[in-house]
């Protein structure tokens, strides 16, 4: 699609939406860094503030092609986002406009003018498009956030989804889970201290194999075992660096979450020496929950659950993705549906809290596929199920090979039947995000029975607190009381992260001065 953007740079809110409403559809555009001025081949001239976009308009009216131009005015009252997009000749408008004097600050106007530039672009292209997103005109990660403002005020849990579906066109079912959700993130909320309070995360790299669908960084233990002890050597720093400063600013770590990867790929002696050094450098008083992702069933073993048991684990993750052996196969997974059974029993008769993911979507997966997989991981009572939709992550072997996949319909379907079945098993959606490139613009949905939501999982997606992120991969989350967001990467590869530790102490000097504000 071609795009034009007049009195506004807001470039990745408009393709955020472009690629929502027009998943086939790729931006075009043509940048000249010589001057300010946006131009067409006809020789049209439009003013931009600072980076020149030229659209190449000597096709626009063929036969199919589309064409849109975005454009922010102001009046004395207020700000105004119009659409017009051009498709076969015909013109469709759409506007958003929001006042002025909502638009206080920098992090304020940039979110406010972005919205009612999605939404106009919306209603421009609604009459072009044969199925509306479930999601309507929200594009972002996390769509809660949008009800907990509309609950902060006290406005009741049916009035704050139906605001959801008149404003930004969230369908009723969504709006009603999105509203479910936040209601769920508000209850945490209240039970935090966001001043003190804190989450521990703790990224392994390693993993037994890749799975067809992930791009996540992690190495193959068998094929990298070397690797593995100088990683032990540079974590075990930097847990002890950061246990410092988490004493220094008396913060209190009320959840700890290790994944990966796959944390219990690793040996038994460095998987027991990582356990001992974090329960050795931080306080357990305030930890509500201890979380470790033991995903794959064949790393699973009686003598790590003993470890974790005697580290104060509590939860375990234990994530089939499907109970079809024909899709374990086709995403690379080297175990059976009747492998993950035993793990679920083996993790059960240690007394831990288990969760269990499943993906809709999956290559080689139907509805039918899908409901047998719900079905059979619901037989085994996890207290806790994450739905996840497939995503078409770059650099996963899914996106080079092209396998043939379930279409947004089937997966619609595959939605639908879990949340059904869930709610009337008694879970509760308590977490929920989207990401980008999914099946039919789906969500990932966190269903748990009561008193088990994931605090690690809700504090992180809806940012309620700071969350100190350590290991390879690991992405430290900062959070203000009034908002205000910071984050520090940790090097993703195994290499890169060993050899890093020169960086720590930046790393520590950035969140000394951060939380002690």
């Known amino acids: 699609m071609k795009l034009l953007l007049l009195g506004h740079e807001y470039k990745y809110a408009v393709e955020q939406i472009m690629l929502v409403l027009f998943p086939q559809e790729r931006p075009e555009y043509i940048t000249d860094s010589t001057d300010n001025t946006l131009k067409s081949p006809r020789g049209e001239t439009h003013q931009s503030n600072s980076v020149t976009y030229i659209i190449n308009d000597n096709s626009e009216n063929r036969p199919g092609n ?81 009800a907990m403002v509309s609950l902060k005020q006290n406005i009741s849990d049916s ?55 992930c791009s996540f960084v992690s190495n193959s233990v068998e094929k990298s075992f070397r690797l593995v002890e100088p990683f032990e050597e540079a974590l075990l720093s930097e847990i002890e660096i950061i246990a410092r400063s988490v004493k220094a600013l008396g913060l209190r770590i009320i959840s700890i979450y290790i994944g990966g990867g796959t944390p219990t790929s690793l040996p038994d002696d460095s998987f027991e020496t990582v356990l001992r050094a974090i329960s050795q450098a931080f306080n357990s008083d305030a930890i509500r929950e201890y979380t470790i992702e033991a995903g794959r069933p064949d790393t699973i073993t009686e003598r790590k659950l003993d470890i974790m048991r005697e580290h104060g684990v509590g939860r375990v993750c234990v ?18 549906s009747e492998n993950i059974a ?43 199920i994450t739905v996840h939709t497939l995503a078409l992550k770059k650099g996963s072997r899914i996106t080079l090979d092209s396998p043939v996949i379930p279409d947004g319909n089937e997966v619609a379907e595959m939605l639908d039947y879990a949340s059904s079945r869930l709610s009337n098993r008694g879970y509760s959606p308590y977490y929920l995000y989207r990401q980008k490139f999914t099946s039919g613009g789906f969500e990932n949905v966190g269903w748990c029975l009561p008193g088990y939501e994931g605090l690690y999982n809700v504090c992180m997606m809806e940012e309620l607190c700071s969350v100190l992120a350590l290991g390879g991969g690991g992405v430290t989350k900062l959070v203000a009381q009034g908002g205000r967001i910071e984050r520090i990467f940790n090097a993703k590869y195994p290499k890169e992260y060993i050899s890093q530790t020169e960086k720590i102490a930046s790393k520590v000097n950035r969140i000394q001065s951060f939380l002690a504000d």
């Open 66 to 146: 589309i064409s849109a131009r975005s454009r922010l005015t102001y009046d004395n009252i207020y700000a105004q986002a119009t659409t017009t997009i051009l498709k076969d000749t015909r013109t469709h408008k759409g506007t958003a406009r929001i006042k002025r004097d909502k638009l206080t600050g920098k992090l304020t106007t940039d979110r406010l003018l972005q919205r009612i530039i999605k939404q106009s672009f919306y209603r421009a292209a609604i009459n072009l498009i044969d199925n509306p997103p479930v999601w309507g005109s929200l594009t972002g990660i996390r769509p809660s956030q949008m």
């Open 159 to 213: 009035k704050t989804a139906k605001w959801l579906t008149r404003e930004y066109y969230v369908s009723p079912d969504r709006a009603a889970l999105c509203t479910k959700t936040a209601r769920a993130s508000l209850d945490i909320l209240q039970t935090l201290d966001v001043s003190t309070d804190v989450a521990l995360y703790v990224g392994i790299p390693f993993c037994p194999s890749r799975c067809s669908y």
């Open 342 to 384: 035993d793990a679920v029993n083996l993790v059960r008769s240690k007394s831990f809290a288990i969760n269990m993911d499943l993906i809709a979507g999956l290559p080689g997966d139907t509805p039918d596929g899908f409901k047998h997989s719900l079905d059979a991981v619901m037989s085994m009572n996890p207290e806790s």
């Open 319 to 336: 994530n089939p993705q499907s109970m079809s052996d024909d899709v374990l196969k086709t995403i690379g997974r080297k175990h059976t």
